[in-house]
């Protein structure tokens, strides 16, 4: 009977060993596997980074068809293996979140695209692509149908990944928004189309990312070759003016009878508008290619709208506007002082072109660390379709049957303000007059440079 | 009275800018390129100033500044780039010159860096 019990206790105890062994042993594959997940994760990272770096390796592989097919490859794999891995849930804030968040920081952080996550809720995310190719360029690739050209390496990464998961982005908005100078995308993250055309999404857009980046060298090719053209005739512009100039203001010297006087008068003044146009072009060159530099000096900016108002009433330009500076007595600050002239002056220039004559005011204030400049005229106004456009390249506030100029003043403007990280806006009504407020920050903030020299364009 | 030495190509500007500065009491000595400028030079010739176009056919901009910069006794005459181009300043810096006109410039902008340059030099 003991023997017997004995036994069993031991058929028992290999039984209850065996057990032991097979816990242990999933114990152990489930730590190995949860082990697995985060090294697949942490590879995830890896990858990640090391795409970016990638990316920037080629300087802006935006413009490098063959290195975004490759990356965008390589993105799209690493997303799918992730999601096998850890699963993927829409509405829940858990890893997957977390992951996209972390690879918008990532791509943002090393300049990679200029891509903000505005919001990520309910699997709609909310983006901003900054100070790209402006509207024009915008426009056109919109109208050929290359709808999502900017974010596309981000946006054809996050379809190869999400395809094999039933999912899909949904495009909800794509925008140029003027006043932030960015594109608006909202994109949803929405069930494919069961019955819906061929469920080819991840074909289709590397298609489309081809399409996208060939039109998008032909639109840089063309910007380059308009540079380029407006660049040589400005340059050749330069030297007769220059020789015209410097004759004239000898001749101005000389003592000539009244008829000549008067009609060196006018050489002067034309002269002069010549040389404010020939300015204007180079300068939009140079903005364009990013080859401005800003001199940062300590300036009065009191002291300087003075200074521009004086030589408008010495060039004789005032037309019989009054000018009035009000404000603080003095308001210094670390600025380009050549560049903040040509700011001021562009203003000055506009509320006397569109003043009517009227008096124009002038405020120079500073709060908070902040200088305001604020320029006011009371004449024809600006109409609302008009505003939308005022501060793009080669655009006009009215019709170019009644004011020249080439449109780039306001454009010019602008681009000085914020190398200079400040802002200019403007309020207006047709018949009521303008308001031009510039607000600058007295000192540099540390990212300026940044700002500065991030054109997406050209080189 | 200092001297001034003119190199541009083109005869019109040189024209104009020999009126001003001779105006202004310089002496003016003008070249209608680079060669024709280093001949001065090697013959003798010790400006207060060279104002110095780039683009000019024979010899450039470029290669006089070179030439000048190997020959010690002309290497440290002070040297103001005159450019139409949009990178006037970079110019400047790179021919380790004593400033730039960027075309169109005014009279009183060629006055004054022409006596800045040659006060400093004296």
Same mark, same amino acid.
């Given at each position: 009977m003991s023997e017997q019990l004995a036994e069993v206790r031991g058929e028992r105890g290999d039984e209850v060993a065996e057990l032991r062994a097979r816990i242990e042993e999933l114990e152990r594959r489930l730590a190995s596997a949860e082990k697995r997940g985060e090294d697949e994760r942490t590879r995830f990272r890896a990858t990640l980074?090391?795409?970016?770096?990638?990316?920037?390796?080629?300087?802006?592989?935006?413009?490098?068809?063959?290195?975004?097919?490759?990356?965008?490859?390589?993105?799209?794999?690493?997303?799918?293996?992730?999601?096998?891995?850890?699963?993927?849930?829409?509405?829940?804030?858990?890893?997957?979140?977390?992951?996209?968040?972390?690879?918008?920081?990532?791509?943002?952080?090393?300049?990679?695209?200029?891509?903000?996550?505005?919001?990520?809720?309910?699997?709609?995310?909310?983006?901003?692509?900054?100070?790209?190719?402006?509207?024009?360029?915008?426009q056109r690739i919109v109208a050929?149908?290359?709808?999502?050209?900017?974010?596309?390496?981000?946006?054809?990464?996050?379809?190869?990944?999400?395809?094999?998961?039933?999912?899909?982005?949904?495009?909800?908005?794509?925008?140029?928004?003027?006043?932030?100078?960015?594109?608006?995308?909202?994109?949803?993250?929405?069930?494919?189309?069961?019955?819906?055309?061929?469920?080819?999404?991840?074909?289709?857009?590397?298609?489309?990312?081809?399409?996208?980046?060939?039109?998008?060298?032909?639109?840089?090719?063309?910007?380059?070759?308009?540079?380029?053209?407006?660049?040589?005739?400005?340059?050749?512009?330069a030297t007769p003016l220059t020789a015209m100039e410097l004759t004239l203001s000898r001749l101005e010297k000389a003592d000539l009878p009244n008829g000549a006087a008067r009609a060196t008068k006018v050489l002067r003044r034309q002269v002069h508008r010549l040389k404010l146009l020939v300015t204007e072009m180079l300068d939009t060159t140079r903005l364009q290619i990013g080859r401005i530099k800003l001199e940062r000096e300590s300036v009065d900016l009191v002291q300087l709208t003075r200074g521009v108002i004086d030589s408008l009433e010495a060039g004789r330009q005032l037309k019989g506007c009054a000018i009035e500076l009000r404000g603080a007595g003095s308001v210094v600050g670390t600025w380009d002082s050549a560049r903040l002239e040509q700011v001021v002056s562009n203003l000055l220039d506009n509320a006397i072109k569109y003043g009517e004559g009227r008096p124009i005011t002038v405020d120079v204030t500073a709060k908070d660390g902040r200088a305001h400049l604020v320029v006011r005229d009371r004449g024809i106004g600006i109409s609302p379709e008009a505003m939308k456009r005022l501060f793009n390249p080669f655009e006009r506030g009215v019709s170019v049957q009644h004011y020249g100029g080439l449109g780039l003043g306001?454009?010019?403007?602008?681009?000085?303000?914020?190398?200079?990280?400040?802002?200019?806006?403007?309020?207006?009504?047709?018949?009521?007059?303008?308001?031009?407020?510039?607000?600058?920050?007295?000192?540099?903030?540390?990212?300026?440079?940044?700002?500065?020299?991030?054109p997406l364009m050209g080189r | 009275m200092s001297v001034v030495l003119l190199v541009d190509?083109?005869?019109?500007?040189?024209?104009?800018?020999?009126?001003?500065?001779?105006?202004?009491?310089?002496?003016?000595?003008? !070249? &209608?390129?680079?060669?024709?400028? %280093? @001949? #001065?030079?090697?013959?003798?010739?010790? $400006?207060?100033?060279?104002?110095?176009? /780039?683009?000019?056919?024979?010899?450039?901009?470029?290669?006089?500044?070179?030439?000048?910069?190997?020959?010690?006794?002309?290497?440290?005459?002070?040297?103001?780039?005159?450019?139409?181009?949009?990178? !006037? &300043?970079?110019?400047?810096?790179? %021919? @380790? #010159?004593?400033?730039?006109?960027?075309? $169109?410039?005014?009279?009183?902008?060629? /006055?004054?860096?022409?006596?800045?340059?040659?006060?400093?030099?004296?």
């Open positions: 980074y090391e795409a970016v770096l990638y990316g920037l390796g080629r300087t802006l592989s935006l413009y490098d068809p063959a290195s975004v097919r490759v990356l965008v490859r390589e993105m799209g794999r690493r997303i799918r293996e992730y999601f096998e891995e850890v699963g993927y849930h829409v509405s829940s804030g858990s890893t997957p979140k977390e992951v996209f968040e972390n690879t918008t920081a990532f791509f943002v952080a090393n300049g990679f695209v200029d891509f903000e996550v505005v919001s990520w809720t309910d699997g709609l995310i909310r983006g901003r692509w900054r100070h790209l190719l402006g509207l024009r360029a915008y050929a149908g290359g709808q999502t050209f900017i974010s596309c390496p981000l946006n054809a990464m996050l379809h190869d990944g999400l395809e094999p998961l039933g999912k899909e982005l949904a495009l909800e908005k794509n925008e140029f928004d003027l006043e932030k100078d960015c594109v608006e995308s909202w994109e949803r993250i929405a069930d494919l189309e069961p019955d819906g055309p061929e469920p080819d999404t991840g074909r289709h857009l590397s298609l489309d990312a081809e399409r996208v980046l060939e039109l998008e060298r032909e639109q840089s090719r063309q910007l380059r070759v308009r540079d380029d053209f407006i660049r040589i005739a400005s340059h050749e512009l306001l454009y010019i403007a602008r681009r000085i303000v914020r190398m200079h990280g400040g802002t200019i806006s403007v309020e207006s009504e047709p018949g009521k007059g303008a308001v031009f407020d510039v607000e600058l920050p007295l000192a540099p903030k540390i990212d300026d440079a940044f700002l500065v020299e991030s | 190509d083109d005869i019109d500007i040189r024209e104009a800018e020999e009126l001003v500065l001779e105006d202004a009491g310089y002496r003016v000595v003008s !070249a &209608a390129n680079g060669e024709e400028a %280093l @001949a #001065a030079l090697e013959n003798g010739l010790r $400006p207060a100033v060279i104002l110095l176009d /780039l683009m000019m056919p024979v010899m450039n901009g470029w290669e006089l500044r070179e030439r000048m910069l190997r020959d010690a006794t002309i290497a440290s005459i002070p040297v103001v780039v005159v450019t139409g181009d949009t990178m !006037a &300043a970079q110019r400047a810096k790179s %021919l @380790a #010159a004593a400033g730039y006109l960027a075309k $169109p410039f005014a009279t009183e902008e060629l /006055l004054a860096i022409v006596a800045r340059v040659t006060a400093a030099d004296s």
